[in-house]
């Protein structure tokens, strides 16, 4: 496991995500932001670059299209699904998964 610290989203940093792709079964991407994020322009460069075809798993957390009360962070970032617990669940969940697309010509 890696953890990758993108502290920037834009210039994405293409060589790292390149590198993450090919040497790692899974790429998660976490954000406080909704969709259209860092995780909306890692999945596009992914696919431009043909990423996904070779097995690699993809998924993104995102803050859900909900309104969250204020509470302490940790309350919020439960609620939200982005908490210690929903992110382990989330990883465990990815790398069990086995669905496979067949491509129809």
Known sequence: MTVVDARFAKPLDENLIWQVA??????????EGAIGG???HVNFFLN??????NNLKFRSMI???????????????KDAGLDARSIELKVLETLNSKVLIKKTN
């Not at 090919?22 to 954000?31: F, L, V």
């Open 22 to 31: 090919t040497n790692h079964e899974a790429i998660i991407t976490i954000e």
């Open 38 to 40: 860092f995780g909306s």
């Open 48 to 53: 431009e670059k043909n990423l996904l075809d």
């Open 63 to 77: 803050l859900p299209d909900k309104f969250i009360d204020h509470n302490k962070p940790e309350e919020m970032y």
